[in-house]
């Protein structure tokens, strides 16, 4: 792989309690390749995202991006030098309408703080619209997002992600709660955007179809550990990552 | 300073926590399982005071024995505790589990001054003074300083009682576990069949009880006058703060730090005196926002 | 047809002076805590409650009254001097207690603000300790003015600064800035992973809280000739917290509505139930809190819906939370 190193984990190490969620995790995540990141329940595929992008700070190990030392600088440190993430439980203000929420990660993203300007006039509303109109969300633009069902919350929650223009995207299990029969559609939608815009994507997802049509590269994970770390082909068809991963989850 | 200026300020400190430990491990205990910090606590503190002051005075007017102050404490914080404790669990905060926090608190608020002007209503705003049971235990000599034998052995006593007794309570009585059950996880214990709502009744009576224990006790120290719950309920809440919400031997350790730390400040620096509760409580959130003995938690994102 | 009444009651107002003389001073009162109320309701749309507030309306009186004393006093002097030092002491304690939520909010001011009532009254060379300080009538713009005309313009002065604190609220709480502010109060973990921070967004809305709370101090000191260690009294952040719950927390009408009731009702009920006015305070809060939680403004909307139907849509993205007195 001869791509250029956008972030690197080293050595991470955390335990909470007995349970240790990272055990010397070592990883390289390139810029242009998708990640997939696959394992059981409990596997610490959320607790790697968790370090990668500030919100926990390992006990041993470090993060680097773009060659430099992020180790548990803030979330929102990572998100300006440019890695955004989408959670695995919808993260949305839950009492602002669904364009109102992409409008604030607008006006964040765009550094607008002027006290005075309503933020329904800022220059990026169009766009915004746009945007909810490639995640089919464009019609309910005026819902109060606590109204909506945990599918169309999941895409919100990745449009806020992309509203931010990263380099990096890190997404928790983009297509759980989405029905799966749009599954396919919203994630070629999501991947097309994402090709076009230059990011480079690392999701966690259960869905080994999913995961065979979008990713570049897959890192198996289990008790804090990567297992095993290739090309889609390869390891999905690996009779260890059917036995322990695969077999359990499908 | 002087030796003996130390022991005074040590003697006064340690006195001083037992009573504020009472309060606040009450408050405590009542947030550990309701999860509800209630503002209204330190009106529970004043109204054992005063129910205290004014019918151990009566007593004591109508010539029965000053000893009769004791049992008297036992029973009117009892009183408070089950009577006024039990209905605003019951009747009110019943209803606002499920609000949102900022509700909560304005509801405990709303509890707080309504129970403010009873205590005006049935005790006016005259001072009470009322010291009989502090007189009849008479005075040690230590170090050469006379100390009374009430604040230098019967508070801290009582204090070191009430934590070991609670203690025991939760870890050894049936009762007791059920609240330690509740804390720990709520739906699992209304799954296996805990009755949640008599937990929170009990936990609710027992650390309203508490408060006006204090009360109970604090009011042969220092007259009763309108205003105390107000000062009592900001300090427990400091010590409560300070040793992690929920921590039942934290506070009783925050207790002696800050009352210590404040009778040690009236001695040094009486300007200050005030002051040295919060600073201190300022100082511990500054470094530690869960409280020294708290856990921080992260939110499952 | 829903802004009839608000304007209807603002017009009603900036009459009073000629129909009703008397109530001038009553009314200058209230707007003085509706400034302040208004501050509060800033800090409500975070999900932040504070019981200390009353620090910043006696901060920014006290403020006031010293540079009345000193300097001769120039009415606007005098208020500017106030509010920035509301502001300043603001921006102090803030950076301290924006880093806390919910009840630890609301009792660390509760403490900053009863540390300062007990300075007031200990270091009484300076402060007049419980009796207080006179303050002496400002002049406006070098006139020495009689009592009454300076009442009167204090009234209107009042009025225009609460219409403009109302306006200028309504527009930051639609802004950016101000739906960040909001959105502390449903997800923290969301808006730092946008790349703000949710401390320096609840700074913000404190500096205004505070220097709003300082401009209701200050407007008070003067209209009442004196300010005391009372200012600063946990008993009056109560109050504006629940003229806040009172009036409507959803708006910044309801600062304003829920001043005008709340003076009104005091001033002719507290002299019946002087002995237990917290306590009706306290039943009424609890009756709005779990009756009806919007509050006076909150109904209006909500009959308004019923006569003529439901307002614009929602999500128009600014203004749905937040409908000012001259909408
Ligand atoms: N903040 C925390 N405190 C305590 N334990 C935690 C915390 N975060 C994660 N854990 C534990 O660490 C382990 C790994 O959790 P993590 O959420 O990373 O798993 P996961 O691979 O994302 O699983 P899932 O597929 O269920 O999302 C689990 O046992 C979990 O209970
Ligand atoms: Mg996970």
């Not at chain 1, 998708?34 to 500030?54: S, W």
């Not at chain 2, 934590?163 to 799954?191: C, N, P, Q, W």
């Amino acid at each position: 792989m001869s791509s250029k190193v956008l972030m690197a984990a080293k050595g991470l190490e955390i335990r909470f309690g007995g349970v240790v969620a990272a055990d010397d995790v070592n990883i390289e995540i390139h810029e242009g390749h998708n990640l997939a990141i696959i394992g059981p329940n409990g596997a610490g595929k959320t607790t790697f995202l968790n370090i990668c992008t500030g919100y926990l700070k390992p006990h041993r190990g470090s993060v680097t991006f773009d060659g430099r030392d992020v180790t548990g600088l803030a979330p929102r440190r990572l998100v300006r030098m440019g890695v955004a993430r989408a959670f695995q439980i919808p993260q949305l203000f839950t009492e602002h309408t669904v364009i109102e929420n992409l409008l604030i990660a607008a006006a964040a993203q765009a550094r607008r703080w002027s006290p005075l300007t309503p933020i329904a006039t800022i220059p990026e509303r169009g766009e915004m619209l746009h945007l909810l109109d490639m995640v089919r969300c464009a019609h309910i633009a005026d819902r109060p997002v606590s109204e909506l069902p945990e599918g169309q919350r999941k895409l919100i929650d990745i449009a806020l992600a992309l509203a931010l223009k990263p380099k990096l995207l890190f997404m928790d299990e983009p297509t759980s709660g989405v029905a799966s029969s749009e599954k396919f559609e919203v994630l070629d939608i999501i991947a097309k955007a994402l090709a076009e815009a230059k990011v480079t994507a690392v999701f966690v997802e259960h869905d080994i179809g999913i995961v065979e049509r979008f990713a570049d590269e897959v890192a198996v994970w289990n008790r804090g550990e990567v297992l095993f770390r290739g090309v889609p082909g390869e390891i999905l068809s690996h009779p260890d990552v059917i036995r322990d991963v695969i077999g359990e989850t499908v | 300073m002087n030796l003996q200026l130390f022991a005074l300020a040590f003697f006064d400190g340690i006195a001083y926590a037992a009573l504020v430990f009472l309060v606040a491990v009450g408050l405590t205990l009542i947030f550990g399982v309701l999860r509800v910090l209630n503002v209204a606590h330190g009106s529970f503190y004043a109204m054992g005071a005063y129910a205290t002051a004014s019918t151990v005075g009566a007593i004591v007017a109508a010539g029965y024995s000053p000893w009769l102050a004791f049992p008297m404490m036992i029973i009117a914080s009892a009183l408070i505790g089950g009577l006024i404790g039990g209905p605003v669990e019951k009747l009110l905060l019943r209803r606002i589990y499920d609000m949102e926090e900022v509700l909560q608190i304005l509801v405990t608020f709303a509890v707080f001054m309504i129970l403010e002007d009873v205590q005006r209503l049935v005790w006016g705003v005259q001072p009470y003074f009322e010291s009989s049971a502090l007189m009849v235990l008479g005075t040690v000599d230590v170090l050469g300083i006379t100390y009374t034998a009430y604040q230098l052995i019967l508070l801290p006593v009582v204090a070191i009682l009430v934590l070991v007794g609670l203690r025991i309570f939760l870890r050894h009585t049936l009762s007791g576990k059920l609240i330690l059950a509740v804390t720990e996880d709520r739906e699992a214990a209304t799954a296996i069949g805990v009755n949640v709502d008599r937990v929170y009744l009990v936990t609710f009576v027992v650390g309203a009880s508490l408060a006006a224990f204090g009360g109970a006790l604090a009011s042969a120290t220092t007259s009763v006058i309108p205003g105390m719950g107000a000062d009592m309920i900001v300090l427990s809440f400091a010590v409560v703060a300070t040793a992690g919400l929920g921590r039942i031997e934290g506070a009783a350790i925050t207790a002696l730090l800050i009352g210590l730390g404040r009778s040690f400040a009236v001695y040094l620096a009486p300007e200050l005196d005030v002051l040295v509760p919060y600073l201190i409580m300022l100082a511990v959130l500054l470094v530690r926002p869960e409280g020294l003995f708290g856990m921080a938690h992260t939110r499952k994102i | 047809m829903r802004s009839i009444l608000p304007a209807l009651i603002v017009l009603l107002v900036a009459v009073t002076p000629v129909l009703a003389p008397t109530s001038q001073v009553l009314l200058t009162l209230a707007f003085a805590k509706g400034l302040a109320v208004l501050g509060i309701i800033v800090l409500l749309q975070a999900g932040q409650v504070s019981f200390g507030h009353a620090l910043y309306f006696a901060v920014s009186a006290y403020v006031a009254a010293s540079v009345a004393r000193s300097f001769g006093g120039e009415l606007v002097t005098t208020l500017l001097a106030g509010v920035a030092a509301a502001a300043v002491v603001g921006l102090v304690v803030g950076v301290f207690v924006v880093r806390y939520r919910y009840i630890f909010f609301a009792m660390l001011n509760l403490a900053v603000s009863m540390i300062f009532f007990a300075l007031l009254e200990k270091f009484y060379y300076v402060t007049g300790g419980s009796d207080g300080l006179q303050v002496p009538r400002p002049t406006v713009v070098g006139l020495t003015l009689e009592r009454g005309e300076f009442e009167t313009i204090l009234f209107y002065g009042a009025l225009v600064l609460s219409l403009l604190a109302a306006w200028g609220t309504h527009r930051y709480l639609a802004s950016p800035l101000g739906n960040m502010l909001r959105a502390i109060k449903t997800n923290e973990v969301r808006l730092e992973y946008l790349g703000v921070s949710a401390r320096s967004t609840l700074l913000s809305g404190y500096v205004l809280s505070a220097a709003l709370c300082g401009l209701g101090g200050a407007l008070m000191a003067v209209a009442q000739g004196i300010v005391t260690p009372e200012y600063a009294y946990w008993v009056r952040s109560g109050e504006f917290v629940f003229i806040a719950i009172l009036g409507g927390s959803g708006s910044v009408a309801g600062a304003f509505v829920g001043a005008l009731i709340y003076e009104g009702v005091r001033t002719y009920a507290a002299a019946f139930a002087s002995d237990i006015w917290q306590m009706v305070l306290g039943i009424v809060l609890l009756v709005i809190i779990i009756f009806g939680p919007s509050g006076v403004t909150g109904l209006y909307q909500r009959l308004m819906d019923r006569l003529v139907g439901p307002a614009r849509p929602r999500g128009a993205g600014d203004s749905e939370r937040a409908p000012g007195a001259a909408e």
